[in-house]
């Protein structure tokens, strides 16, 4: 919101080099200007994947936050942005689309740099090894298999009473014991009965090592804030668009027609009625095993 603020907003002011990171200073952003006004001492920003300190910021406390909340109330109720059209407002939204895409490389560095790895924070790691790297697709489904596998225990919560879990266990791929499918697909998936914190309120993808398709079923109205009936599309080549800014289907309809866009209908489909995994598990009422 122009004229507002936010005291978690972070500025550069002025960096060193030390032996692997460069340590960079921050300041709060309140009122319209970066400042260290009423803030308490700096705290050290450190990243959980190398444990090196890369940054610090000053502790606003109370005395900032209360600055912060003030500006905020009097741009809300004194600046241009709540008179503003949506033409207007739109303007100034694609403006900052167009800053946010001349700092791709910047914002891609400063993602990967401070990207935190499965079971990799230190405070649970407890001073020992870090896991290596493996490079393979994972995702949130293989968690649970993964914990039980840990206990030595089953997906069930009494005698004949199982679960049939469509996740692996990370337990073969860390110790490099099994194989582990490198070009796996894994279901995408995101459903509320009406508006939430998101512009879209049904959707259905699929993402492997190197793209993300995604169908978006039910979207909310900006009109009346609803979910409303669409037929969305988003294709992001993983390798060349880490960051997911270009959408390779324009209008959310103009998708390619290439063989890829087939297979990754194919696949979407098979894995949203998928159950369990192919050589563990048994086949659950003829759908198709998970990847």
Known sequence: MPGACSISSLRRTRSRASTSVAIREYENFIDGRWTT???????EVIDPATEEVVGRVFDGGAKQAVMAIEAARRAFDEGPWPWMSVRERAKILKRFSEIMESRHDEL???????RIDLFDDRRYRRGDARVRKVGRPAGNIDLAPTILD?????????????????????????????????????LVEYRVADAGRYATCDFLGVRTSDVLYVRHSRVVDPATGDCVPTDQRERYD????????HNLCPGGDRCPTDSRQA????????????????????RVDARPFCE
């Open 37 to 43: 006004d009423n803030a308490g001492t700096q705290i």
């Open 238 to 245: 993983l390798r060349k668009d880490p960051l997911e800014l």
């Open 150 to 186: 840990f206990a030595d225990a089953q997906p069930c919560a009494g005698t004949g009473n199982c679960r049939t879990m469509d996740g692996r266990s990370l337990v073969p791929l860390l110790s490099r014991s099994a194989q582990w499918p490198g070009h796996r697909g894994l």
């Open 108 to 114: 891609r560095d400063t993602v990967e740099d401070l």
């Open 263 to 282: 297979g990754l209908e194919a696949l979407l489909n098979r894995l949203r009625n998928c159950a369990g995994i192919a050589g563990r598990d048994q």
